[in-house]
């Protein structure tokens, strides 16, 4: 599934995060989180400040930004280690934004993308790629063939300009909330942890 041979060294934990519409009690989000912590991993779930406040807009992107580095310093400091020693990641909205902190200088360990929206739904012309050039860490796409926020072909164009190793896991028929495939998603994660990093 993946291109490229384990990273020496270990990862320590993983940071989640949710998409616009949802918590860090998404089930998705759960799945990995019960698969991951069951292999030694030290996992944080977060919620964005917008959620925490009862909001429904989500919040500017430098405030989104910037919950995502303080959520991994956090992280790190409590493994006495350094971000390079976390996989970030989620699902949507909060997926995109932990791929952009990465592209902007944090640094990780690699990205998990759970339906990554590559533009929103019918608006091919609008496509959120311009810092994926910019990512240099190994990445994981786990996306369904028929989510409105990109097609497969899309999303393996745009992921193209990636310079660390792409690896693409595809759910059949599954839409942008994989409702059902929380297990699945969990299995391909870890999938590739493993292939990955060497998890023990």
Known sequence: MSRGRPDAAPVLGMLLTPGAGASSG???LLAVDRAASARGLAVERIDFPYRLA?????D???????TVRDAA???AARLEADTGRLVLGGRSMGGRVCSEVVAGGLAAAGLVLISYPLHPPGRPDRPRVEHLGSVRVPCLFV????????TPEELRAATARIAGPVSHAWI?????GLAGHDGQVARLVMAWLEERFGLA
């Open 73 to 75: 310093a956090v992280l």
């Open 26 to 28: 998404h089930p998705t």
């Open 172 to 176: 059949e028929r599954g839409d942008h």
């Open 143 to 150: 996306s369904g063939t028929r989510d409105a926020f990109g």
């Open 54 to 58: 009862g909001r429904r807009a989500p």
């Open 60 to 66: 500017s992107p430098a405030v989104l930004a910037r």
